[in-house]
């Protein structure tokens, strides 16, 4: 027999007042240092979280993003550097004294134990009484949408709701702060996007303090207040997820959030010179000479021209939009997003002009050859 | 080929049972099988070696859950020096082991006495209750121990739930107890099943200490009443058998149904 995914009508139940009315405290990283052998995870990592806040972590594998989540957990102790929760330093207190709730990457249910059990775990630890416990795991289980399988066991569930149980177990001893480690990697697309969006609302009606860490940038821009790229250990940079998209701070941010078009550009009395047009900077303008300018896919548009210098390689329809891959001069290929619903004559092979949105353009020095 | 095995380890116990049960002059009888409850020593030595089995059970189960865990989840890099450390019982001999038992609790008498330590030594070696032999008992059980753990924590992402209940709040030993153990409930009965049946047959370091427990009592009745002893054998066996059974029942009872 296998087990349904809970549909999403179920979600909606309110979460606990005790916990609806707790305010989120402050996280404040200062200086975090942690290094593996050769390898520097974490290199001074500065960061506040504000209370209430959901603060993504974003960054490629090994640039220290889950380091960071481990050593709020308490789970890793840094080798530099203070964790402070409502202006307490912590970094010093074991894990289990922390009050801090997460949810791993890895499944992490207790398999001899039954989903309630799962939930009222740490209230068990905490010496509250049995009725006590079977009502928060009650009202947890409902706030998730899984009431109905209290009594199943960790294997008899699928793999979304097993991270929803987690969730509703990180959540039951009320913690200070919610620490999340990749807990969608491991299901499929669909049940992926749900449940994210089931995390924010449960954030957002419990208010609490939330650390996300994720390598997916979509997942990370859909839900946080903010997002913190990482990058060898540094942040990069902290700032809402429109900002980072539209304001990257750095060449590596605006490369790895979202898809950059990378064009030949000079610069040009302190402008950049792009597809034959002048655009004015954003940030740093180099010296001069050849550089590369970093330009989104919608900041480009297309229109058929029997003589334009562009050709249309492929066409990637993916509803709304549709995505081109244009071949240009000098063996450069750029993406161009367009309306799909206008662009029906816009198919491959097709002779086109390509031109560059009204607006700042980020300029990176040219790649080696 | 499976037939040959079965006539060559099946055979011995069928004519074994057979010479327990066969009447002289023709027919069967259990008079050997309903002799044993009575039997001088049987009882005494059966106790014990059973107390024996339970207290080694419990020393090694005590000594290696936690180091298994030590070495999965903070000192991976030590796995290959316990995994050698825990092989060394099986790559000396027992009468080497015994030997140096033997000679380190002579030192009671040659250079400790009156002091603590000889009292200590001698209360080791009490007939009614020999704590020598679970200590020697546990270490010629570490290799099956250890490998039964150890198999059980590679299965498991043991790192994952122990940090799960420590976030929850929970201390080491209740992470232990409430699970690590659980997780490895087969692993724990393997192991736990595997000490029993070593001591439950060891004979030859109690024989050469001196000490009366199952094994040698067997030996020593087989002597004067054959037909005894082999029932007795019989009978050990059949309770090794009943215990893996109960360890397989044990491990049937989670349900089995799979989400997809």
């Known amino acids: ?369 | 080929m499976l037939l040959v095995l079965g006539v060559y380890f099946i055979g011995p116990i069928v004519a074994s049972v057979w010479f327990t049960v066969r009447r002289v002059g023709g027919g069967v009888t259990a008079t050997y099988y309903s002799a044993i409850p009575g039997a001088d020593g049987f009882a005494d030595a059966f106790l014990r070696s059973l107390l024996l089995a339970v207290l080694t059970v419990v020393l090694v189960l005590l000594l290696m859950i936690p180091t298994v865990v030590l070495v999965e989840l903070r000192l991976p890099r030590l796995r290959p020096t316990v995994e050698i450390l825990t092989l060394l019982p099986l790559v000396l001999p027992p009468i080497a082991l015994v030997v140096g038992v033997r000679s380190v609790l002579s030192w009671a008498p040659d250079y400790f006495y009156g002091t603590p330590l000889a009292s200590a030594f001698y209360a080791l070696q009490q007939p009614s209750l020999p704590w020598i032999l679970v200590l020697v008992y546990g270490v010629l059980a570490l290799p099956f121990a250890y490998r039964a753990l150890d198999a059980g924590v590679r299965g498991v992402d043991l790192r994952t739930l122990t940090e799960a209940a420590r976030g929850l709040g929970a201390s080491w030993p209740r992470v232990l107890a409430t699970v690590v153990v659980p997780v490895l409930r087969t692993s724990v009965l393997n192991a736990a099943f595997l000490t029993v049946a070593l001591v439950m047959g060891e004979f030859t370091v109690a024989n050469i200490l001196g000490f009366t427990t199952f094994p040698t009592w067997i030996v020593q009745t087989g002597g004067e009443h054959p037909q005894l002893s082999v029932s007795v054998s019989i009978l050990s066996l059949a309770i090794t058998w009943a215990l893996l059974l109960l360890i397989s029942a044990l491990d049937r009872r989670r349900p089995t149904e799979e989400a997809t």
């Open chain 1, 1 to 369: 027999m296998t087990a349904a995914p809970a549909p999403v009508h179920v979600l909606a139940a309110a979460a606990p007042a005790d916990l609806r009315d707790r305010p989120g405290v402050d996280v404040r990283l200062q200086g975090l240092t942690r290094r593996y052998g050769s390898l520097l995870a974490l290199d001074g990592l500065d960061l506040d979280i504000t209370g209430g806040e959901f603060l993504a972590l974003l960054g490629p594998s090994g640039c220290g993003k889950t380091t960071a989540l481990r050593a709020i957990a308490g789970f890793d102790r840094p080798d530099g550097g203070r964790v402070l929760v409502d202006g307490r330093d912590i970094t010093d207190v074991p894990a289990s004294k922390r009050d801090m709730g997460m949810v791993f990457q890895a499944y992490s249910l207790f398999p001899n134990l039954n989903v309630a059990e799962n939930v009222a775990f740490g209230l068990r630890v905490r010496h509250r009484g049995k009725a006590e416990r079977a009502r928060r795991a009650g009202e947890l289980l409902e706030l998730v949408g899984l009431a109905d399988r209290a009594d199943r066991y960790p294997h008899q569930l699928s793999g979304g709701q097993q991270q929803r149980v987690a969730l509703a177990r990180a959540l039951a001893v009320a913690p200070q702060v919610l620490l999340l480690d990749e807990p969608l990697s491991a299901l499929d697309a669909q049940v992926r996007v749900q449940l994210r969006e089931e995390i924010r609302r449960i954030q957002l009606e419990l208010g609490i303090t939330t650390v996300f860490v994720t390598h997916d940038q979509a997942e990370a821009l859909s839900v946080a207040d903010r997002v913190g790229v990482l990058r060898s250990g540094r942040l990069e940079q902290v700032a809402s997820p429109s900002d980072l998209y539209e304001r990257p701070a750095t060449v590596f941010v605006a490369q790895f959030v979202g898809t950059m078009n990378r064009l030949p550009a000079r610069v040009v009395d302190g402008g950049a010179e792009v597809l034959g047009v002048r655009r004015p900077v954003a940030g740093d303008v180099p010296s001069g000479g050849p550089v590369l300018a970093l330009v989104r896919p919608e900041a480009l548009s297309v229109t058929a021209d029997a003589a334009g210098p562009g050709r249309i390689v492929t066409r990637t329809f993916s509803g709304a939009v549709s995505r081109l891959a244009v071949a240009l001069p000098g063996g450069v290929e750029v993406q161009v997003d367009v309306a799909s619903a206008d662009s029906q004559d816009l198919t491959p092979g097709t002779a086109v002009t390509v031109g560059l949105a009204e607006r700042p353009v980020l300029l990176a020095p040219p790649e080696p050859a």
